[in-house]
């Protein structure tokens, strides 16, 4: 319990700058068209902007 505490606040400190980047690693490495993931990003990046700390985000936020 201890180790995943530590590693929620040690990703916190990393940022939505990190995360997203990942994401877009991630959907590259899928195999994704680059369209999609341009797109993807766009969408994930737009979101951002309205929910600045994305580890406080809940299913109603992404729902609304």
Do not use: K, M, W
């Not at 997203?20 to 766009?42: M, Q, S």
């Not at 737009?46 to 809940?58: E, I």
């Amino acid at each position: 319990r201890y180790e995943s505490l530590v590693g929620c606040y040690a990703f916190r400190a990393v940022g939505s700058s990190v995360l997203i980047r990942d994401f877009r690693l991630a959907l590259i490495v899928e195999g994704l068209n680059p369209h999609t993931v341009g797109n993807y990003v766009r969408d994930v990046e737009r979101f951002a902007r309205h929910h600045p700390d994305l580890f406080q985000v809940t299913a109603a936020d992404v729902r609304a």
